[in-house]
């Protein structure tokens, strides 16, 4: 049975996500599908971005943002509760440990000019928009 390969769900879907962004060249989420993955919304306004993220059970001391070279990183960790001796858990179903979200953002994001909030397990970006240079194009002579 040499001829069979190993069925790998999440691998695909990966490379599914990355083909499918890469063609509307829209933010790239290159997170794996493993662990705790907080859900985020990104939307395109007129004067900006806006990112969303839920962090439910999260400070703001245990989030880290970053934004370098239109690369957005949100990072952080969800500690589990401490147990009771005395308790018996019937289910976990709560995810907890480390997390990162890494996007790539379209070439209109001003690094420079970003707001957080965080409010109720809910981490709000607001990143402002720069405008596109117009495209020039420069005639060549081919020498002969």
Not at 7 to 26: C, G, I, M, S, T
Not at 78 to 83: D, L, Q, Y
Request: hydrophobic share 35%.
């Amino acid at each position: 049975m040499s001829g069979l390969t190993r069925f790998q769900p999440f691998r695909d879907l990966e490379a599914f996500a990355r083909r499918f962004e890469d063609l509307f060249h829209w933010p790239s989420d290159t997170s794996s599908f493993s662990g705790w993955k907080p859900t985020v919304d990104i939307r395109e306004l007129p004067e900006q971005f806006e990112v969303v993220a839920e962090l439910p059970g999260l400070k703001k001391e245990d989030i880290e943002v970053t934004l370098e070279n239109g690369i957005l990183t949100l990072s952080g960790e969800r500690k589990s509760e401490t147990e009771k001796k005395d308790a018996k858990v019937h289910r976990i179903e709560r995810s907890y440990g480390r997390f990162e979200r890494i996007f790539t953002l379209p070439d209109t994001a001003d690094d420079k000019q970003v707001a957080a909030s965080f409010k109720d397990g809910v981490l709000t970006l607001k990143i402002g928009k720069r405008p596109v240079p117009e495209k020039k194009s420069t005639r060549i002579e081919i020498a002969s």
